[in-house]
């Protein structure tokens, strides 16, 4: 498997209130291949994310070191209280080296 | 071969699953030691959501919730999640920072088999909190 990552999905609103609790949802198409599957007689070999990366205005909000257990097309879900306008950056890095990267504006009026 | 040799051979045969099983738990504690290091590790203080019965394996929804005020002074610095009986039982490691409304992170994991699911969340004071859950899994999701 070669060439890009998949471009990842994130749903977050435009805007919130000063103070409001805005939910953040991450999605990116990977296969998560540990190494350990077969397909018949052949070992499917290993290809994984191993880290995501979300910032806030520059600051790491969320870090994950993403591991075996983790499903194919990681999904995470998590919540941030907005006190002003914010910039986030999302980044997904697999082992060897290859990263995705998504960004997003949420404004407070 | 000598006696004493055949009999501990045939002995150590009779424990080959047994053996299998020691091998796991060795990985978890290994895998917990790496987490967490050798500090103490307190129950409670955390919702784990998982379903009890997971239709598949390889996408298993979890919830984790750890009591926590989130403040720069008061906070869950890390979440750990472990499987029991999973080829190598570790599953994310999540690094929290306090801008975070909540120590909530919600993901999808996957069970090979029925099992336990292990939370370890580790406060910024280094204190640690454990839940577990256990999950029977009707189709596994690992190796297939």
Redesign the interface.
């Known amino acids: 498997m070669s060439g890009a990552l998949n471009a990842p999905r994130i749903r977050i609103p435009r805007s919130a209130r000063a103070g409001e609790?805005i939910e953040i949802r991450t999605l990116i198409e990977h296969p998560m291949e540990?190494g350990?599957?077969?397909d018949g007689s052949r070992a499917v070999p290993r290809d994984m994310l191993t880290r995501m990366v979300v910032r806030?205005n520059g600051?790491?909000?969320?870090?994950?070191?993403?591991?075996?257990?983790?499903?194919?097309?990681?999904?995470?879900?998590?919540?941030?209280?907005m006190e002003r306008s914010s910039a986030f950056e999302f980044t997904w890095t697999d082992e060897r080296g290859r990263s995705a990267r998504a960004e997003a504006r949420v404004s407070v009026a | 071969m000598s006696t004493t040799t055949r009999r501990a051979l045939l002995a150590l045969a009779a424990l080959a699953p047994a053996a299998a099983r020691a091998a796991a738990d060795g990985a978890l504690a290994e895998a917990i030691r790496e987490a967490v290091g050798e500090a103490p590790i307190e129950d409670g203080g955390i919702v784990l959501r998982a379903p009890a019965v997971a239709e598949n394996g390889g996408q298993v929804p979890v919830t984790v919730l750890v009591e926590s005020p989130m403040t720069a002074s008061d906070h869950v610095a890390a979440i750990h999640i472990l499987a029991t009986r999973n080829p190598t039982p570790g599953v994310a490691s999540f690094h929290l920072s306090p801008l975070l409304a909540r120590a909530e992170v919600q993901t999808r994991i996957r069970l090979a088999e029925e099992q336990r699911i292990i939370v370890l969340a580790q406060m910024n004071d280094g204190r640690v909190r454990r839940a577990v859950a256990e999950v029977r899994v009707t189709t596994g999701g690992c190796l297939t």
């Open positions: 609790v540990t350990l599957r077969q806030m600051e790491v909000l969320l870090a994950a070191d993403l591991r075996n257990g983790t499903a194919a097309n990681p999904f995470h879900v998590f919540f941030v209280r």
